[in-house]
């Protein structure tokens, strides 16, 4: 069974940093596009970044590029997703996703975690 736990939201100051951690099991990421994706309270969610099964291939949604970076570990089956220079409008819920295809698209995955709170405060 796949499961998807992510770790390490919380709280942190405008212009802070932070580090969220994906760690599946039941599936190799090697093998997939690991993504993540984010909910703000009254919007939809909406694609942050994504990562190919080769990690050759990275994609960001356009307001976080050059902030965040989307990485993993293979040896930890672990997805990353770095934070910097966070603003307040990037407090949201973060999912992390598993899917078979190249998609920055919520309903391409197949597979998502239960979500942890990122809070930016200013």
């Known amino acids: 069974q796949v499961q998807l736990v992510e770790s390490g939201g919380g709280l942190v100051q405008a212009g802070g940093s932070l580090t969220l951690s994906c760690a599946p099991s039941g599936l190799t990421i090697s093998w997939y596009t690991m993504a993540w994706f984010r909910q703000a309270p009254g919007k939809e969610r909406e694609f942050v970044a994504r990562?190919?099964?080769?990690?050759?291939?990275?994609k960001y949604k356009d307001f976080v590029k050059g902030r965040f970076a989307i990485s993993r570990d293979i040896a930890k089956s672990t997805v990353y997703l770095q934070m910097s220079s966070l603003k307040v409008e990037d407090t949201a819920v973060y999912y992390c996703?598993?899917?078979?295809?190249?998609?920055?698209?919520?309903?391409?995955?197949?597979?998502w975690g239960q979500g942890t709170q990122v809070t930016v405060s200013s």
């Open positions: 990562i190919s099964g080769s990690a050759r291939i990275t």
């Open positions: 996703a598993a899917g078979s295809k190249a998609s920055s698209e919520d309903y391409e995955y197949d597979y």
